[in-house]
């Protein structure tokens, strides 16, 4: 194509050399470089002019570096005739021209306008053409030689990228000497450095088994130890000179290989047809490799070189095409199925490394792969037609390989190591042993408080007896009935059965079971008392991310316990909220620490995680799976905490994932079903609903009163301030201080963001509070109950104690190498900060004051949770008698129906299949669905026929219970709710009716067979529930969980290399 002038030449401030005026048309930023670097490069008499060789440059819309090449490449002795520069921005139109002369003496030289004069300097014609599109650097500089015009002397390509400067003054003409010493050489390589020029990247690569061994440990120091190198199999085409006639020969660059790969698979097609490869490390290029290292979108955009981009997934992707392309097609098969086992095995370590998204691309490498199926057959078709050249390639063998791994991994290593003196060791040694010292006791502590207050029940449990409550049914399940009920869409004790979403907290028990080797029974225990020095150490860690204070860490770890057994969740055993309270506070501190946003001990820096991700993810499902109404308060602060952060959003969206695949069919059957009311059982739990939970709309300090067990004030003006007024006084005191703290918080410049975000916390949870004590989650008679208000109100409790830490500022133990005076040994940070002791003593007074404040509040707390919460934990050793038990466990589908006589008119009944009226049959689903007014008729059938034989007794009663599979029943005498005389005439109604036999009588109850149906051919239909247990989407939910769930374990697994001095 012509070349197009500008008609005006202007003269410059120096006279040696002018400029052309270029097109308003072109890229202004290429445009102004060029200009700019032109107008002011170095004038050296030394420098000459090969006509022979034309520069290529590769330049994008990221032209951070771009200038420093071109200056590089105009400062060199020996210059290239032409100058190609090949915009790959579409801001080039048409191709434009400039140039500059080059004195061939020191003498002045005389430039007249329009004209130089020849003999005095010789020209470097600079052309600026369009190369928009490029698929990689061989495609620009393919279409840039289409627009370009070269002249007919030009007999090699300089290739060099915007980002990889020659370093030197004579790095082109250390290459054109090498040619020229070797001219049937067919590619021509430079040192390959980083942008300072100080270190190595690799000084030309050899063959290894399907794939580059560069030999080089890249970022080691170039000390010339690889200088002797010269005939290579590969080198990088940046800053490579490449011969004319190499192209003819061989062709060119195949650019679907990409800029990561197509220089190897050039140099692959040049040693295969006999060529050579070179690399002359005395030529030197510094490249920055702004797209491998992250810093460059693969659109061309810049990155912020402090946030880099992950660009795992296309060098895995040429890794690929190379690998496929050194093989025989007829392996291809094989390869692509061993690739399915290597993707598994590669996406498992990854994780495991905590890089998720090195997973998902080693996942996806297989199928990538047959969608490059032709392109890696014609590549591939290009090398086999050259296999019978001679085959002379320099290869790597094992030993240098292996020997090149532990250098790279010693080089790593050493990076990476945080280099400590052994003062500083010593430091942070001190302040560990303090602070997970301090930890432990303040454990040991709550767990003594509550196994004090719950002694007789702790010498129970663990001989296989299950705790119970008037909120919390006793269970006598084992681990198989237990993975089926939390596994199947299908309510197993209402009724004969009903298809239902299984309780989500059933997951949480399962996986509690998991680690007391399949006990479920004991697992309740194990939460139960467990449950304090967890929520102490869990709440101990999210204080660690506001301050690194010991003592305020340690009191408000115990004041979470205190407020725990403010709430009753002791005393009532309401596990659901006891895991509540364990790891919110812990998924919490993971979310800070995932974001980077912590404090840390001196000489430890904060950093963000992934690992903390997982971690979170994992806490948080445990959070919704106990209490399904805080995943839609969890949600509201995840996005205002999307609106808050300023960096890893992404991490952020991967933390609700486990918590959705946990909830899953509570949430499908909520959306599908919610014109029914269904959507009310995210407000609901497998707790009994208490007898003060009734639905009404609540003021705000109603609801604070409900969750304190309060009456309400209506109630308590009624009643003597002397009977209540203490609660009332301590529960004002613990919230109306925790507030204040909070709203010092947000007066403090140095946390604004954090106590922002605690502050959103807390009114997400008061608000939800206020929405679950309108909301209808169950029904008993005429009485309508709602959902809890503890979830919400610990949210926010929560919150507003860690604005308590907030308010007790870093605290950070600064290290002073130096020995320092007794007086002056506890400097503190914000000592150090203003330079002022009278400041930090009056910090150190004041976080002292904090310490004393909170302590007191927890002295409070406990006291009233002590004193106010009546201790109704129950120790259930007994159940149905043990030939009732056998029947049960010889059949799955067989049920027993227990009845309780409450008075002359009211009897209350439960489905049996295990000991104990099991806690493993609680269905949230069926009482939202029962709020609703949606009924099961067996469910009516079992209602009538407990009211006929409570009534006068009959035959059809029995009938109606053994025609749906029931083998007996259960009358229960012991039970405090029982009425004497009703129960007496339960008995008689049913030893009077026919098809019965009594075969046990205790002080417990009696127990009678079933005999009109033989005993071989009992048990409920199981033919709906095996479809549900059989069905499509419950096999989709369980894969879809147990890969979310293992992926999130696999990251959330501690690594004990890297960060191992980060502190907790």
Same mark, same amino acid.
């Given at each position: ?22 097109s308003s048309n072109a890229s202004v930023d290429i445009q102004r470089i060029v200009a700019g670097e032109v107008s002011r490069r170095p004038r050296q008499a030394q420098q000459t002019i090969d006509r022979t060789i034309a520069a290529i440059i590769s330049v994008e819309k990221d032209v951070r570096f771009f200038s420093a090449t071109l200056r590089s490449l105009l400062a060199q002795k020996l210059l290239p005739g032409t100058i190609v520069i090949a915009d790959c921005t579409g801001g080039t139109s048409q191709p434009m021209r400039t140039g500059f002369p080059v004195s061939r003496s020191s003498e002045s030289v005389t430039v007249e306008v329009g004209r130089v004069t020849q003999e005095a300097s010789e020209r470097v014609d600079v052309q600026l053409v369009r190369a928009s599109g490029a698929a990689s650097f061989s495609d620009a500089v393919d279409k840039a030689l289409e627009y370009a015009s070269l002249p007919a002397s030009?007999?090699?390509? @300089? ?58 440990? =890249? ?7 690889? =200088? ?9 085409? +940046? ?55 992250? %810093? ?25 095409? $190379?690998? $496929?392309?050194?093989?025989? %097609? ?42 490059? &199926? ?16 001679? @085959? ?18 010693? &080089? ?25 010292? +301090? ?100 709440? @101990? ?41 364990? &790891? ?17 001990? =001196? ?84 707790? %009994? ?10 003021? &705000? ?11 309400? !004030? ?110 002056? !040994? ?82 209350? $009944? ?97 127990? $009678? ?56």
């Open positions: 194509m012509p070349s197009q002038e500008s008609t005006s030449i202007v003269r410059l401030a120096r006279p040696s050399s002018t400029l052309v005026n270029m030009v007999r090699a390509l @300089w290739l060099l990228h915007d980002d990889s400067r020659p370093v030197g003054s004579n790095c082109l003409e250390t290459l054109v000497e090498a040619w020229r010493n070797t001219p049937t050489v067919s590619l021509i390589g430079a040192k390959q450095l980083d942008w300072s020029g100080s270190a190595l990247h690799s000084v030309g690569a050899y063959a290894g088994r399907h794939r580059l061994e560069t030999l080089v440990v =890249d970022g080691e120091p170039d000390q010339e130890q690889y =200088d002797g190198r010269g005939d290579v199999f590969a080198v990088s085409l +940046a800053g490579a000179l490449l011969p004319l006639q190499t192209i003819k020969e061989i062709g060119n660059v195949n650019k679907w290989f990409g800029t990561f790969s197509e220089g190897a698979d050039f140099s692959r097609r040049i040693s295969q047809s006999g060529g050579r490869v070179i690399v002359v490390p005395q030529a030197r290029i510094a490249h920055r490799r702004a797209r491998f290292e992250g %810093v460059r979108t693969r659109g061309g955009e810049p990155v912020d070189e402090e946030t880099p981009m992950d660009v795992v997934a296309p060098v895995l992707d040429a890794g690929q095409k $190379y690998y $496929y392309t050194d093989t025989r %097609v007829p392996f291809w098969p094989l390869i692509w199925l061993a690739s399915l086992f290597r993707a598994l095995w590669d996406a498992v370590g990854a994780l495991i490394s905590k890089d998720p998204w090195r997973a998902w691309c080693a996942l996806c490498l297989p199928w990538r792969a047959l969608s490059d &199926f032709p392109q890696m057959v014609r590549a591939r078709s290009r090398q086999h037609s050259r296999r019978g050249a001679a @085959w002379n390639t320099i290869v790597a063998d094992r030993a240098q390989i292996a020997q090149w791994h532990k250098r790279c991994n010693a &080089f790593e290593s050493q990076r990476n190591t945080v280099l400590l003196g052994p003062l500083a060791k010593s430091h942070l040694r001190s302040r560990a042993v303090r602070r997970f010292g +301090a930890a432990a006791l303040m454990a040991v502590v709550a767990f003594a408080v509550v196994v004090a207050l719950n002694w007789r029940a702790f010498g129970k449990v663990w001989g296989g007896a299950s705790i119970y409550s008037s909120l919390l049914l006793p269970s006598a399940v084992d681990f198989t009935t237990l993975l089926s009920s939390a596994t199947t869409p299908w309510a197993f004790g209402i009724g004969v059965g009903v298809a239902a979403p299984p309780a989500p907290w059933l997951m949480v028990w399962l996986a509690a079971s998991v680690l007391t080797l399949g006990h479920p029974v004991v697992a309740l225990s194990m939460m139960f008392f467990l449950a304090a020095p967890a929520m102490a150490l869990a709440f @101990w860690a999210l204080a660690g991310v506001f301050t690194r204070s010991d003592p305020v860490r340690v009191v408000v770890g115990l004041l979470w316990v205190a407020v725990g057994l403010a709430f009753g969740v002791f005393g009532d055993a309401n596990l659901p909220m006891l895991m509540v309270m364990v &790891f919110l506070p812990a998924a919490f501190a993971f979310t800070f620490r995932a974001l980077g946003l912590y404090n840390t001990e =001196d000489l430890v820096r904060p950093h963000s995680s992934v690992q903390a991700v997982a971690c979170a993810a994992l806490c948080f499902a445990i959070v919704t799976a106990c209490e399904p109404q805080l995943l839609l308060a969890l949600m509201v602060c995840l996005i205002f905490f999307l609106f808050v952060v300023r960096s890893h959003r992404t991490m952020l969206l991967l933390i609700p994932l486990p918590s959705l695949a946990v909830l899953a069919p509570t949430i499908v059957d909520a959306v599908r079903c919610g014109t029914q009311g269904v959507w009310r059982q995210l407000f609901a739990d497998v707790l %009994v609903p208490q007898s003060s939970s009734t639905v009404s709309s609540l003021s &705000f300090l109603q609801v604070m009163l409900r969750a304190f067990g309060l009456p309400k !004030e209506s109630d308590m003006a009624m009643q003597s301030f002397g009977q209540w007024g203490p609660e009332l006084i301590a529960v004002l005191i613990v919230f109306g201080t925790l507030a204040v703290f909070a709203v010092v918080s947000l007066l403090l410049p140095f946390a604004l963001r954090a106590s922002r975000i605690m502050w959103v916390v807390a009114l997400v949870g008061f608000v939800s509070a206020l929405a679950a004590c309108r909301i209808g989650v169950a029904v008993q008679g005429t009485t309508t109950y709602a959902g809890s208000v503890l979830p919400g109100i610990a949210l926010a409790f929560m919150a507003l104690l860690a604005c308590s830490c907030i308010v007790a500022g870093g605290a950070v133990k600064r290290f002073v190498p130096l020995r320092v005076s007794a007086s002056d !040994e506890e400097l503190s940070e914000d000592e150090t900060k203003n330079g002022s002791k009278m400041r930090g003593a009056a910090v150190k007074t004041g976080r002292a004051a904090l310490v004393v404040l909170l302590a007191l509040i927890t002295v409070v707390a406990g006291a009233f949770g002590i004193r106010h919460r009546d201790n109704n934990l129950g120790v259930s050793e007994g159940g149905l008698p043990m030939v009732t038990t056998d029947y049960l466990q010889n059949k799955g589908d067989r049920r027993v129906l227990a009845l309780e006589a409450i008075s002359p008119n009211s009897i209350e $009944y439960s489905v049996m299949r295990s000991r104990r009226g099991d806690l493993v049959d609680a269905s949230p689903s069926w009482k939202a669905r029962q709020v609703s007014g949606n009924n099961d008729v067996a469910t009516d059938l079992l209602a009538k026929a407990s009211t006929e034989l409570l009534a006068n007794g009959g035959d059809d009663a029995i009938d109606s219970i053994a025609k749906l599979g029931f083998g007996g029943i259960y009358v229960s005498t012991d039970s405090s709710m029982a009425d004497k005389d009703s129960t007496l005439r339960l008995i008689s109604n049913i030893n009077a009716s026919d098809g019965v036999q009594s075969l046990v009588t205790n002080s417990s109850g009696t127990y $009678y067979r079933l005999t009109k149906i033989d005993e071989s051919e009992q048990g409920v239909s199981s033919q709906a529930e095996e479809e549900a247990r059989n069905g499509g989407w419950r096999k989709a939910w369980l894969f879809s969980l147990f890969v979310v769930v293992v992926i999130y374990m696999l990251v959330a697994i501690p690594r004990t290399r890297k960060y191992s001095q980060e502190q907790a």
